[in-house]
Every structure is written in C-alpha cells, then in structure tokens.
C-alpha cells in the first residue's frame, strides 16, 4: 500500500532538512538516503519508507510505502502529523485529505 503526500500548488516547497526536522519532533529516527534513482527516508526500527521526490535539498511530493502489518499503525499517523506540520496534504484512493 502506498500514499502520496504533497504540497498545495500555491505552496512554498519543504527542505529536507525540515522533512527530517518535523518527523524527529514525532519521536522517529530518520535516515536520509540518496540513490540514483532517489531519495528515501527510512525509519530506524521500522520497515516502511518514504520515498521523497527533491531538486536541490527541497521537496514538495512523497510517497510512504507501507510495509506489510504497518499500513493503520501508530507510525503512519506520526508521519501524517510531521508532514502535516509542514502543510503537506495526503492522496489516496479516496482523493486528497488533511494531515
């Protein structure tokens, strides 16, 4: 299962930096990783990531991919609640919502 999470248009893109910043305050150990084909946070003590889409250290799209048993934990409304700090909206099936 995945959700994509992304900025307003109107809005001003995240920094990594604050990406990283806002899901430390929800007690989360972050590990940015850069790849060739992307960048992804993973999350110490988890098996979920997020895949973060980035041009020069900023970021207005994501998308969390679910581990399996993950999808309606505890962790998911922590990631909501970070990017929800930074006005970040939430896509799924069901169309966007608030986080």
Not at 42 to 61: H, K, M, P, Q, T
Request: proline content about 3%.
């Amino acid at each position: 299962m995945e959700t994509l999470l992304r900025l307003p248009d109107a809005s001003e893109p995240s920094t990594l930096t604050e990406v990283l910043d806002s899901l430390k305050k929800e007690h989360l150990e972050p590990r940015l990783e850069s790849k060739a084909w992307g960048d992804w946070i993973y999350l110490n003590g988890y098996s979920s990531v997020i895949s973060i889409e980035s041009n020069r250290g900023l970021s207005s799209a994501a998308t969390i991919e679910h581990a399996e048993g993950e999808e309606n934990s505890e962790l998911v409304q922590c990631i909501h609640r970070a990017f929800g700090r930074l006005g970040w909206h939430g896509v799924d099936d069901d169309g966007e919502f608030a986080l």
